[in-house]
């Protein structure tokens, strides 16, 4: 039986973990590295130590009400869009409240993690610790991994022919980057149009004398600020939407997301996607589109190779005077202290039963808790992992024979092996794997019951955002205050915008209810519809969060 668990890293996964263990009375142990919480939220200047940290100038590309621990909402006079202080003053809160630091050793780093001997029958793990240079090793029946899958750069420097042997400048890693300082009046190349390449290239066009963005893929935009002005993830994010995804013609709906994608501006003049291209990403960013259209940022092909000064593309053209290579190329998850046996399982999360379990081990005492891209929130992701693996230790939850989950695996496996910087493109539609993880569990809401005996809360579940709270609705680890905190959702978003209040006659109330009304005979026939025929939605495409 499992007692004691280990917790690696005091990240949003470890702090989840560790909360989750304590609620199902398993007695946690959490290991970190550092000398804080927050993981990769934790900004610091340096970049000694390999800690990979968000740059200085980040900002959440999911809202407050999307991204929160289901049982913890944010301050309501948070901002919707969280800079990196403001959400580790949260994760900070969330630590306080549910007293969790007691369980974290910080300063020590999880050496190695090996099955005992006998793990076939105890499913147990000797894990080794280092502190201040002295090993230490520990017994525990189950372990958590939490490190995410920001561990190690990825830096395909082979695929640039040129680079390391005729390059005359400096190149480096997104890793390495803090603020746009040090490229003051430089020619700067950022390759790669993730994230992480669009804020970066927009925030270097202010102080680098010129910037050029490499992209080898279809890439479609998108505002945090969506329709009314609400968050875009909070206006997207619904039962309804995803139901609409489910009920129409395949062809139909992509239609009507190009269609979507186009009405801020026509992609295709700006050089970034086709209406015809069958493999895309999706990132959120309002800036890159004035900066291209200003010129302050030059969209560009693939790099074919580089010279002493000068970047070659694929379409023939040439970059004359580069000083800096930017590499936002993204980073792989080595999890270098998991035994070679155990660590060959996977070679990344669609290994993974349900994106958490090595599905050949004899025993299912080891979780791997984050390793998973969703077209929403990853915190939220994790900490559903995180009840339905601890529910699974504690005896609550069963997982099936390991041949039904390595079929599971097989079916949702990827054909070909893609490269870290094409993870987009292998995004897991939000509300389908949450709601698969918590039916797994035991929490996932029902939208027809509530019909019938609240409906109010049935329509806001349905036609609002999915956020967190809906999971704490019903099952172990319910929540009494998720009620309220659904119905005061957006009362929470408007809150920090209301520094200045201005006469606004209109009263939306009276027709909210006729709409309400209408929508009622469409939620029951929903609700009749998904309860007869349930589908797990894995997305090949990071455009399905529309």
């Not at 400096?170 to 950022?190: I, M, N, P, T």
């Not at 599971?408 to 092996?417: A, F, G, M």
Request: aromatic share 12%; proline share 5%; with cysteine.
């Amino acid at each position: 039986m499992v007692r004691r668990v280990a917790i690696i890293g005091a990240g949003v996964g470890g702090l989840a973990s560790i909360k989750c263990c304590l609620d199902e009375g398993l007695e946690p142990t959490c290991f970190e590295r550092s000398e804080d919480i927050g993981g990769l939220w934790r900004y610091t200047d340096s970049t000694d130590g390999g800690r990979v940290t968000v740059y200085r100038s980040v900002i959440t590309n999911t809202s407050k009400e999307m991204s929160c621990f289901s049982d913890f909402p944010f301050p309501e006079d948070f901002p919707n869009y969280l800079p990196h202080s403001l959400l580790l003053e949260y994760f900070r809160m969330y630590a306080q409240h549910f007293d969790l630091l007691r369980y974290i050793h910080f300063k020590t780093t999880a050496v190695s993690v090996r099955k005992r001997p006998d793990f076939a029958a105890s499913g147990q793990w000797e894990v080794i610790t280092e502190t201040d240079g002295v090993q230490e090793s520990h017994v525990f029946d189950a372990v958590m991994v939490c490190t995410g899958h920001y561990q190690e750069p990825y830096l395909p420097l082979a695929s640039f022919p040129g680079i390391e042997t005729r390059f005359k400048g400096r190149y480096l890693h997104s890793q390495e980057y803090k603020d746009a300082e040090a490229f003051r009046g430089k020619r700067v190349l950022v390759v790669g149009i993730g994230n992480t390449g669009g804020d970066l290239s927009v925030e270097l066009s202010r102080v680098a004398a010129k910037v050029f963005l490499s992209a080898r893929s279809s890439t479609w935009l998108f505002s945090r600020v969506s329709d009314r002005g609400f968050p875009l993830d909070m206006v997207n994010t619904t039962r309804f939407k995803h139901f609409l995804d489910w009920l129409l013609p395949s062809t139909l709906m992509k239609w009507i997301k190009f269609r979507k994608f186009n009405s801020w501006f026509n992609h295709a003049n700006y050089g970034l996607a086709s209406t015809k291209s069958s493999y895309f990403k999706i990132i959120v960013n309002e800036e890159l589109p004035f900066c291209l259209l200003s010129g302050a940022v030059v969209l560009k092909p693939s790099v074919k190779e580089f010279t002493e000064s000068s970047a070659v593309f694929e379409d023939g053209t040439t970059e004359e005077n580069i000083d800096v290579v930017l590499f936002a190329t993204g980073y792989t998850s080595p999890f270098p202290f998991l035994e070679e046996s155990v660590r060959s399982l996977f070679d990344n999360n669609r290994c993974l039963y349900k994106c958490i379990f090595p599905p050949q081990l004899e025993k299912p005492t080891l979780a791997i808790i984050g390793l998973v891209q969703l077209t929403g929130s990853v915190m939220v992701g994790s900490e559903m992992q995180a009840r339905w693996v601890t529910g699974i230790f504690a005896g609550w939850n069963k997982l099936p024979p390991a041949s039904r989950m390595m079929a599971d695996v097989s079916k949702t496996k990827p054909p070909v092996k893609r490269n870290p910087s094409e993870r987009e493109n292998l995004k897991i539609n939000f509300i389908s794997y949450t709601d698969e993880i918590a039916s797994c569990a035991g929490v996932k809401p029902s939208v027809l019951r509530l019909l019938l005996t609240d409906p109010r809360l049935a329509l806001a579940i349905f036609f609002g955002p999915c956020t967190p709270y809906q999971y704490r609705l019903v099952g172990r680890g319910r929540w009494s205050g998720a009620r309220e905190a659904i119905l005061t959702q957006w009362q929470r978003t408007l809150k920090p915008l209301r520094t200045r209040v201005v006469d606004d006659s209109s009263d939306s109330s009276s027709g909210w209810c006729w709409r309400c009304l209408l929508a009622l005979p469409a939620a029951l026939m929903v609700g009749f519809l998904f309860s007869k025929y349930p589908r797990m939605g894995w997305s090949s495409q990071a455009g399905s969060q529309l």
